[in-house]
């Protein structure tokens, strides 16, 4: 199966003869060929979205309100289908596609859809005048994407930004392009008008920096890594663009030793290696009252050598692959490290091989001990499933440990003890954190990080604020 590009309300060949091969992660074979798209297909794309703007960016939030309600009841009908596609294309169990992916991307198309439907102008009266705050629509946007959730980030952006009048060119990862492949399809089905959403396939190099460089585009939203983001933001400062950038993180576990014990061991078996320990917002340093220490080590080794490591699309498996033969290289690498940095390998860091997927990219789920929180394991970001345990005894020596590295994203902390709870986690650099959960999410209230994790928010009215530009209209009184 060969993908093609979504230009102008149709599916495009790119110019170029260049495809990469996308690999099925848990059997090693081959999905599809995704195009590597040129400055040409890229100037397309965004043309066609140019060509939609000014008619779609005219229509009352009421109008764009009812389309994206409507691509919502399409990828309802395509619900398994969502999940079996993603779970086939990143190696995440079905029910975690089902769970988190289908259903999220859904209801962001069916949440957005409502906030703008909803949407009132503010106004602000002064003795002799009355001023309005007008959110108008920016332009033409370019939306790029990592592997780890690829409708589930990808919806995350378009409702809101074509909900609020711009028209967009999508990038998703050439790792998963699936799913992206999937939501154009359904977008073509009911007939949204042609040039709202384009999609351009292929890599960093040839087709992202290509797309955050054109003049034409007027804002970037961008989620993948540190490293990228920065590229992308010096090549979108040059013509200022208006720029949201979600990027990678090392989030803490804060462990007291008076949290409820059982429901905090599964809270943080979940939050180190849910999506075997690839979301942005997984807690892969895990800091241990030395009270509690010793039993919450082993119940933590016994939870996660209980896991189910298998096929992704069996409905019982806890774990499925990493994404490439190049992470599982990565997540290796910092398995070694670990060792040579003085750790412990308590579980897992040997291949496990399913029968009959031996192709594919499989670890078992790694847990150390013994490293110092300055090490490069405890403070870099792995991404994959390796959590490092630290001990602690006062607060204030966790929470100099826990902001000691330039990340700051999310973290939970686990207490029975509300008011120390929410003390602690005040004091987290850091722009999400949740408190005897983890990844609990209201899509109402603002997502990003501080510090390298990124600049700005989305979620909720920051993401309606990010993909639009607020304008103030003031009349005076006779
Ligand atoms: P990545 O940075 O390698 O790639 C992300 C996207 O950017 C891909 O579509 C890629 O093709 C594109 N890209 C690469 N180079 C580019 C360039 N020079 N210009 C424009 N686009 C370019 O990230 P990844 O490996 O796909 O994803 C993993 C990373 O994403 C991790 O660091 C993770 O923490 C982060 N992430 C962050 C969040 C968040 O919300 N903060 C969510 C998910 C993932």
Known sequence: MNLKNYIGGGFRQQTSNNWITNL?????????????????????????????????????????????????????????????????????????????????????????????????????????????????????????????????????????????????????????????????????????????????HGNGIETGSQLVENPDIDFVSFTGGTVTGSKVASSAAASFKKLSLELGGKNSSIIFADCEFDKTVRGVVRSGFLNQGQICLCGSRIFIEEEIYDDFKNSLIDAVENMKIGNPLNEDTDLGALISREHLRKIEYYSDLAIEEGGVLLTGGVPCLPKGLEKGNWIAPIIVEGLNHESRCSKEEIFGPMVTLHKFRKEDELIKMVNNTKYGLAGSVWTEDIEKGRRVAESIETGMIWINTWLHRDLRVPFGGVKDSGIGREGGKWSLGFFSELMNVCIKHK
């Open 24 to 200: 099925n992660p848990a059997t090693g074979e081959e999905i599809c060929k995704v195009p590597v798209s040129n400055s040409k297909d890229v100037h397309e794309a965004i043309n066609s979205a140019r060509i939609a703007y000014p008619k779609w960016s005219k229509l009352s939030h009421g109008e764009r309100s009812l389309w994206l309600s409507k691509i919502a009841d399409k990828l309802e009908e395509m619900f398994e289908e969502i999940a079996k596609i993603e779970s086939i294309d990143t190696g995440k169990p079905i029910s975690l596609a089902r769970s988190v992916d289908a259903s999220r991307s859904i209801a962001n198309f069916r949440f957005f859809s409502e906030m703008i439907r909803d949407l009132e102008i503010e106004e602000f009266e002064m003795e002799d005048a009355t001023n309005f705050v007008i959110q108008k629509s920016i332009g033409v946007g370019a939306l790029i994407t990592p592997w780890n959730l690829p409708l589930y980030l990808l919806s995350w952006k378009i409702a809101p930004a074509i909900g609020m009048g711009n028209t967009v060119v999508c990038k998703p990862s050439e790792l998963t392009p699936m799913t992206a492949d999937l939501l154009m399809r359904a977008i073509n089905d009911i007939g949204l008008p042609p040039g709202v959403i384009n999609l351009v």
